[in-house]
């Protein structure tokens, strides 16, 4: 039945574009292509959407109150620059008084230090009994440890007073806002959500039966952008999740992009390409068909004559290849550039 209606579609065809001889020179000019099967990838499309590899939400690690907010939503960030600050007073009352007895503690050591070294002078001249030369011992590495213990406070007081002051972890764009000048959040509490465009990828679900194919790392992956005049990006990683859906029965994968934008957004519906396999095609370049209203068709060139062939055309693919289905055969040559051909055969015609 199919190939009764191929028949009768390529009989049609040749009734309604019958063929005009030129002058072979002319047909010469014209840029051709010979017709013929290819192994071409066999590709699949599932719908997927885009999603940041850097997304987190940033807490409160101190519970006082909000003096200072830079960012809203919408704004970009710089990776490090200060997103908004607490009142710090009480860490900064903490770190000066670690910091005096810090001083404290070094005077005390050197002191320590001088007493140790007298009476261990005094001991190898026999002057003075053990038990004093290990008291003034005792007494050095003590203060050497308080000394270790009061360095420690101020670290620890300085990295309370870091922590009143939030940061972006890495460069990106606020996508929320949870905090109001004033507010005195509690520890925990969300303050900002940001996500960074700079490193994006794409999550799909497929079928049970292509897991395989998939786990043995045979089928690149592409994604196609909502803006068909954009070239696909190609993926560079594939992550296949481990259990399936209990309900649909496929598994989710997820496709990291190189580093850039490529004009997506997180949220945004892409569809994923994967080459599963090969499979023969008759094709042949897009740029060559002519569209007449509902119609596709090209321009067949045999030897000095040129016709315009009406054809059945299938899946286009993204190298800017198409299927076609009927019309045309193995071998026959078709006119790449359809614009010159079509005036050349109207000047024929004309003839």
Request: hydrophobic share 40%; charged share 25%.
């Amino acid at each position: 039945m199919w190939r009764l209606k191929y028949c009768l579609f390529v009989f049609l065809s040749s009734l309604l574009s019958p063929s005009v001889g030129i002058a072979q020179g002319n047909a010469a000019a014209l840029l051709l292509e010979e017709v013929e099967y290819k192994n071409i990838p066999l590709q699949r499309r599932f719908d997927a959407t885009v999603e940041a590899v850097n997304k987190s939400t940033i807490a409160a690690q101190v519970s006082e109150q909000i003096i200072e907010i830079n960012f809203d939503v919408d704004d970009y960030v710089e990776q490090g620059v200060v997103l908004l600050r607490f009142k710090d007073t009480k860490q900064r009352a903490r770190l000066a008084q670690a910091q005096a007895q810090l001083r404290e503690m070094v005077v005390a050591s050197k002191d320590a230090e001088i007493e140790f070294n007298r009476i261990r002078d005094i001991y190898a001249k026999k002057l003075v009994a053990k038990a004093v030369l290990d008291k003034a011992k005792a007494a050095y590495k003590g203060t050497l440890e308080r000394k270790k213990q009061s360095q420690s406070r101020v670290v620890e007081a300085k990295q309370e007073i870091e922590q009143t002051i939030v940061r972006a972890p890495y460069s990106g764009i606020v996508t929320k806002r949870y905090v109001e000048l004033g507010e005195t959040p509690s520890i925990g509490a969300a303050l900002m959500t940001g996500i960074s465009l700079n490193q994006l990828r794409v999550v799909a679900t497929v079928p049970q039966n292509l897991i395989s194919l998939l786990r043995n790392g045979c089928c690149p992956a592409r994604v196609i952008l909502p803006n068909v005049e954009q070239p696909p990006v190609a993926g560079k990683q594939l992550t296949i999740f481990p259990i399936a859906d209990n309900q649909a029965h496929s598994f989710k994968i997820r496709v990291e992009l190189d580093e850039g934008q490529h004009g997506l957004y997180p949220g945004m519906f892409v569809k994923l390409e994967l080459d599963i396999g090969t499979q023969k095609r008759l094709i042949l370049p897009a740029g060559a068909l002519v569209y007449r209203g509902e119609v596709t068709g090209v321009f067949v060139v045999k030897g000095a004559d040129i016709s315009f062939r009406y054809v059945k055309t299938g899946r286009q693919y993204s190298d800017g290849h198409i299927e076609i289905h009927a019309g045309l055969e193995a071998g026959e040559q078709v006119a790449l550039d359809p614009v010159a051909a079509g005036i050349l055969l109207k000047g024929s015609s004309k003839q």
